[in-house]
């Protein structure tokens, strides 16, 4: 049986809080221009169960690159972007912010520190679940870029 293929639409809610998070905490995402970064959504089918993460971030490597506006593509899939409440997309916009690379063409791993000021910030590794998170868009967030015991 031949595997159903995925329908994309682009995620303009994702867009615009991304354009959003960027604006209000330009301190932590300065180095990110809005413009060259896309979402879009599977449509028509739910993320597998064999995949963790909600998300997939990637990026146009050259020469794609010269003819595509976007250098970074994020892929969701839309059941499990509606599920979430507001400010739990919101926290998973600036999740997927930190694995956007210092340069074009690269995306930061998993694991790599952008990842844990996530962690460091919301209190734990459940954050992106937890419906006491902030709102970043109306609350005050106090990042915390560095481990307490350095401070």
Known sequence: MAKKKPEYEVNDEFNLMMRQIVEKHTHKFNEIDTETVCCVSITNKDKPESKSKLWELIAVKMP????????????????????????????????????????????????????KLMQRTFKGIDYLYDPNVPHLLNDDIVWVDEPTFLR
């Open 64 to 115: 794609v690159r010269l003819h595509c506006m976007y250098a970074w593509y994020v892929v969701i899939h839309s059941s499990d972007w509606d599920a979430l409440p507001e400010k739990n997309k919101l926290i998973l916009v600036a999740e997927i912010l930190n694995g956007i690379g210092d340069e074009e063409g690269k995306v930061n791993s998993f694991d790599s520190k952008g990842y």
